[in-house]
């Protein structure tokens, strides 16, 4: 099978399940952003020195991919049905709590806002942080209110909260200390 197939040429794009839309379409922008965010955890993965967190980064990683097939695929209508699509990860925001707090049990508290940076490793995390955020806004955009949508919004808010947790872990265990963000530097 070739990688290409020009029917994209004159900028629109097939959904999963039937229907074209334009490339700029919300659902368009809400999977593509998810799939920029799955790169970008892919190159912080080959930063980061938290065995566990890598594991974590992993299974989130497989988590977006069944994300963006979801949105990737309009709503059932009349004559079109859903593909069979693997089930969204519907505890897996639980699970990301309970990640936070077993990470935070080695952290030293947080009480003033941290600028995004530290080694290497923690400042991926937080780039992917602002990129899952705008991942969030792009999902809402949709203005769909269905379960799954729900679910992703929670999945994704959840996910920056975690990416944001792991970042200070990152750093903490390389002994870099979160630089307190300073209203008069």
């Excluded at 519907?90 to 995004?116: C, H, N, Q, Y």
Aim: proline share 8%; net charge neutral; glycine share 8%.
């Amino acid at each position: 099978m070739k990688i290409y197939t020009r029917t994209g040429d004159a900028g629109d794009t097939a959904l999963f399940g039937g229907g074209r839309v334009p490339k700029d379409h919300p659902r368009v922008r809400a999977y593509g952003s998810v799939d920029e965010l799955n790169s970008f955890l892919g190159r912080a993965l080959t930063l980061m020195q938290v065995p566990e967190s890598r594991d974590r980064i992993s299974l989130v990683q497989h988590d977006l991919f069944t994300l963006g097939s979801h949105l990737a695929t309009p709503p059932a209508r009349e004559g079109r049905t859903r593909p069979d699509l693997p089930p969204l990860p519907g505890t897996r925001p639980s699970e990301m709590e309970a990640w936070m707090d077993e990470a935070e049990k080695e952290l030293p508290p947080l009480k003033v806002f941290i600028l995004p940076g530290g080694v290497p490793s923690a400042s991926e995390l937080h780039v992917c942080r602002t990129i899952c955020r705008r991942c969030e806004r792009s999902v809402v955009a949709l203005e769909e209110e269905t379960k799954e949508i729900q679910l992703t919004i929670q999945y994704l808010n959840r996910l920056s909260d975690l990416l944001f947790v792991l970042a200070r872990l990152e750093n903490h265990r390389a002994g870099a200390k979160d630089v307190s963000w300073q209203k008069e530097p």
